[in-house]
């Protein structure tokens, strides 16, 4: 089933900051498989060509572009490329976001700038771009990977990753309001504890978790979640066509946990 068939999506933050199945590129090559054609941006040369090249080798269209999120004009010179490319841009995905560790104590001033800059002025800049656009093509939307963190204390001080996703969920709402009429609908993911190479250098970087012990970390906070288990990045990104498709063509403004119960039990 193609349900974005004759679609064009353009997915910021489409690598992977590490071997493996990444958020970003999951929802690159399953937008693909469902019949859309993908622009893949990434401030990365190596990873945007390297899931342009994974969809181009499942049969699919896609290009790479190289940019950073947080500067308007890489954004604006990435719509530009998709109407050139494909003449129209009718999904965007917003994925790039990174975690620093540091409560309002610790972090300091520069971490907290950069990490709003990062997760969310680049929400802002991609949807600022690219809305024109889709208005012109007669509608659009856009999905925005925020986090169960943006609504939950997750236990470890990241101050402003859980704020820079909590506002990216209200930018979801306010937006998504104001631009239903133009049948623009704008939705936020909130995955939970995924199983995915950013994960596992959090947990390595930020927690001190040895390479050889993240099997064991990994169960246990597969016990913390209901339904026993983590998720992957495929879960994401099955969600992500589901809102992207006009199966939700009228869902707009909502923040779609993807968690497996986690966020009810804590
Ligand atoms: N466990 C999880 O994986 C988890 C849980 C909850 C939410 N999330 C969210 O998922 C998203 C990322 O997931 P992922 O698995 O794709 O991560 P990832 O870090 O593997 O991939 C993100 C990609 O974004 C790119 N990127 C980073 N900064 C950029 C910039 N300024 N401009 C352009 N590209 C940039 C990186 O090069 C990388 O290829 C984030 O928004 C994160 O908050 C992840």
Request: hydrophobic share 45%; proline share 2%; glycine share 10%.
């Amino acid at each position: 089933m193609q349900r974005l068939h004759g679609k064009t999506a353009l997915v910021i933050g489409a690598g992977s900051v590490a071997a493996g199945w990444s958020n970003g590129k999951a929802a690159a090559v399953q937008y693909a498989r469902e019949g859309a054609r993908v622009i893949c941006f990434d401030i990365s040369a190596e990873a945007a060509g390297e899931t342009a090249r994974l969809i181009r080798a499942e049969g699919f269209e896609s290009i790479a572009i190289v940019g950073d999120a947080a500067k308007g004009e890489d954004v604006r010179r990435a719509i530009d490329a998709c109407l050139s490319a494909y003449g129209r841009i009718d999904i965007l995905h917003n994925n790039v976001g990174i975690v620093v560790n540091g409560g309002v104590v610790d972090l300091p001033e520069e971490e907290w700038d950069r990490v709003f800059n990062i997760n969310l002025k680049s929400c802002y800049l991609a949807m600022k771009h690219a809305i024109p656009k889709m208005i012109e093509g007669g509608g659009g939307a856009i999905g925005n990977v925020s986090s169960i963190s943006s609504i939950r204390f997750l236990g470890t001080p990241y101050a402003s990753y859980y704020t820079s996703k909590a506002a990216m969920n209200h930018l979801t709402r306010v937006t998504a309001a104001e631009f239903a009429r133009h049948q623009i609908r704008v939705n936020a993911i909130l995955p939970g504890l995924m199983d995915t190479p950013m994960a596992v250098l959090s947990a390595m970087n930020n927690h001190g978790v040895e390479a050889d012990a993240i099997a064991e970390a990994w169960q246990r906070k597969s016990e913390r979640i209901p339904m026993g288990w983590m998720g992957d990045a495929w879960d994401l990104a099955k969600a992500a066509v589901f809102l992207a498709s006009d199966d939700a063509r009228f869902i707009t403004g909502v923040s779609l946990v993807v968690d497996g119960g986690l966020t009810l039990r804590s």
